[in-house]
């Protein structure tokens, strides 16, 4: 009982802060938004058996990536300025196509029958076996995204440089 | 929750980042959307993962990659970001149209 209200409490903070981060036109309330949000999913997933992914959620995305939002939103406009009004014809037209998305997936998700199976024994969700998974069999996929990350921040690098004039 | 109950919620997260997206004209608050949407996948990745499969590290890697490849991602738009307010002092797409013909 305590367990279903607390699922429901956290799929709430998934929508609220989502519905808080796509509507909000200053950019801080947005991107607080986002950080609830993704704090609702990091209780989710806790929920459906992978408290190191949950971790992993809180520690990367609200601590790492929505940090760094917050610095490049102070460092590129003025938290004073008043967003420009929004354009109501263009709004309409992304609630249009964000409406029908979501009609045409309910409607798919309704017609879709999926075989569900028990969930799998204790060791196969342990830390250990999700280590040797991803040393062994995704080592590739592993050292891949870590030579993506290395490129990631010599090209942020590079973009933000000052120019500097040819010698 | 049920399965269908994970994926409709994955859905709807999906759709409100695809209304950030489209809706705002400030890049960061398009970077949002896409960060909702990123978000929902994960999502329905972790509820396939739990319901669906029975080696469950699968889904989990899946998620792992997806959060280091948003870092990635964002730690790009954000240079991209900071460099066109410092070219043009503005951030707003319907300003920065350079390349229109």
Not at chain 1, 101 to 109: D, N, Q, T
Not at chain 2, 28 to 40: D, K, P, Q, R, Y
Not at chain 2, 66 to 81: M, P, S, Y
């Amino acid at each position: 009982m305590l367990e279903t209200l607390v699922i429901y409490v956290f799929a709430g903070l998934v929508l609220g802060g989502g519905l808080l981060a796509a509507l909000n036109r200053q950019i801080l309330y947005a991107i607080i938004g986002l950080a609830v949000s993704l704090f609702g999913l990091a209780g989710l997933f806790l929920y459906l058996g992978s408290p190191f992914v949950a971790a992993m959620q809180v520690l990367i995305y609200i601590g790492g990536i929505s940090v760094a939002i917050v610095f490049a939103m102070m460092l590129s406009i003025s938290m004073s300025v008043r967003p420009r009004e929004r354009h109501p014809g263009k709004f309409g037209f992304a609630l249009l196509c964000a409406l029908s998305f979501l009609i045409v997936g309910a409607w798919i998700l309704h017609g879709a029958e999926f075989r569900t199976v028990e969930q799998a024994p204790a060791a196969a969700w342990s830390l250990d076996a999700l280590g040797h998974a991803l040393l062994n069999a995704y080592n590739l996929v592993f050292e891949t995204l870590s030579v993506v990350l290395l490129l990631a921040i010599i090209g942020a690098i590079l973009i933000t440089r000052k120019e500097r004039a040819l010698q | 929750m049920s399965l269908d109950a994970y994926l409709l919620l994955g859905l709807a997260l999906f759709a409100l980042g695809l209304l950030g997206v489209i809706a705002h004209r400030n890049l960061i608050a398009v970077l949002i959307g896409i960060e909702l949407m990123m978000n929902a996948a994960s999502l329905n990745f972790m509820a396939f993962n739990r319901y669906c499969v029975t080696d469950p590290t699968t889904g989990q890697i899946f998620v792992l990659i997806i959060i280091g490849l948003a870092a990635a991602e964002v730690a790009i738009f954000l240079a991209i970001v900071m460099r066109l307010y410092r070219t043009f002092r503005s951030i707003d797409a319907e300003e920065l149209t350079e390349l229109k013909g």
